[in-house]
């Protein structure tokens, strides 16, 4: 009775590993898709109006759109980085998750 202990505490790591494995993936894939978007949305409607607009557009349309452009980049940088703050958190309990996973298994091993 004895062992029951330690090997479901051994099984309960590996199964919390697992899972945070796996929904560490997921916050990867999510971050990824997210970005995409993002950058598009900040790197293709600015430009993609001036080239549109470039024979039409006064001079200080151009100003303007220079800087609409920058707070853009700039509300890209800063979703960008909370964006990557919680996947780096996601990706950091996995590899904890999985390190006392590993330590236990060593323990019992040895």
Do not use: C, N
């Amino acid at each position: 009775m004895a062992t029951t202990g330690p090997a479901k505490d051994l099984e309960t790591l590996r199964h919390e590993a697992s899972t945070l494995k796996a929904i560490a993936a997921a916050a990867s894939r999510t971050y990824d898709r997210e970005t995409w978007v993002r950058f598009t949305l900040v790197f293709f409607p600015v430009p993609f109006v001036v080239v549109l607009l470039r024979l039409r557009i006064e001079t200080w349309g151009y100003y303007v759109a220079g800087a609409l452009f920058i707070l853009s980049a700039m509300a890209l940088y800063r979703l960008d980085g909370v964006a990557a703050a919680r996947r780096d958190r996601a990706v950091q309990a996995a590899d904890e998750a999985q390190k006392a996973y590993d330590d236990a298994r060593a323990v019992r091993i040895d």
